[in-house]
């Protein structure tokens, strides 16, 4: 397989993935398609590093993971808000692109928004993911039992929401 072929490759199986991956971190559709964009510049500017698929994976989560985190402390900035917990959720009731027909997935997607930065990263890699904890690993940097605790956390805090909301 050629080098261009190999980051052509690349691009088809994860863009779709990456996609929902940063849109579920910063909400907005416009904001989710320039960092994917970023990711994948990235990805072509240093193809030529990654050998093998496995790697490719948790490298691009890697890098989508840390550029939509600069993005929301950016924006947190701009906002002069410590918790953009709230502007996210903000976000998600305006946007045009969410199928207000599914009140159990926008009940998720808000609980999953008021979590702790660490806890949200896990669940959703975790949960919608499917990613096991030694592939979050490779991507946060964070230990399994680490991971384990947060998800854990992150589940117990997503139910207790989801049952305040229905009360």
């Not at 993005?71 to 976000?91: G, N, V, W, Y």
Request: proline share 1%; with cysteine.
């Amino acid at each position: 397989m050629g080098q261009t072929d190999r980051y052509e490759t690349l691009v088809r199986l994860y863009s779709e993935p990456l996609y929902w991956h940063i849109r579920r971190m910063v909400v907005c559709h416009e904001d989710a398609q320039d960092l994917l964009q970023d990711t994948l510049s990235s990805l072509y500017l240093h193809w030529w590093q990654i050998r093998d698929r496995s790697k490719a994976k948790a490298w691009l989560y890697a890098v989508a993971t840390n550029k939509a985190n600069r993005f929301l402390k950016r924006k947190a900035k701009e906002l002069k808000c410590d918790d953009i917990s709230e502007h996210l959720c903000e976000l998600l009731a305006e946007s045009a692109y969410v199928d207000y027909d599914k009140a159990a997935a926008i009940d998720l997607q808000k609980a999953v928004l008021r979590l702790p930065q660490a806890q949200r990263l896990v669940f959703n890699l975790r949960f919608f993911d499917e990613m096991e904890y030694e592939e979050i690993s490779g991507i946060t940097g964070s230990s399994i039992d680490t991971l384990r605790v947060n998800y854990h956390l992150a589940k117990k805090k997503v139910t207790q929401y989801i049952n305040e909301e229905q009360l």
